[in-house]
């Protein structure tokens, strides 16, 4: 069910940096919660998201994802995180990524 949020002008939409990024590494902290590498272009960050317990690495290294970079910046289980992945929830309640691997569309690109 969706919830309304509060409007927000389109100034203020247009401060969210949002880029695409290129998962390079994964590494498993906590049953769900994995520790990624990704290319946003310019360099490489670290980030924490939730990708469920059957998460493949191989599927998951060589995605494009699109990440919020001017979040407040936080620490999770140890790892300091400089941005956050942005994931829908899709018909069956699974979190997936946004996903622009279908066009070639390079890292570092920003999202309007």
Do not use: W
């Amino acid at each position: 069910m969706y919830k309304k949020k509060s409007i927000v002008s389109f100034e203020n939409f247009q401060m969210l940096d949002i880029r695409i990024g290129e998962v390079l590494l994964t590494e498993i902290i906590k049953k769900n919660l994995h520790k990624l590498t990704v290319n946003i272009g310019n360099r490489n960050i670290t980030t924490i998201c939730n990708l469920g317990e059957n998460a493949n690495k191989e599927e998951i290294i060589g995605k494009k994802i699109c990440v919020l970079l001017n979040d407040k910046p936080n620490k999770i289980k140890g790892v300091y995180t400089q941005g956050s992945i942005l994931k829908v929830e899709n018909e069956f309640g699974k979190l997936i990524f946004l996903e622009p691997d279908t066009q070639d569309i390079k890292a570092g690109l920003k999202v309007y």
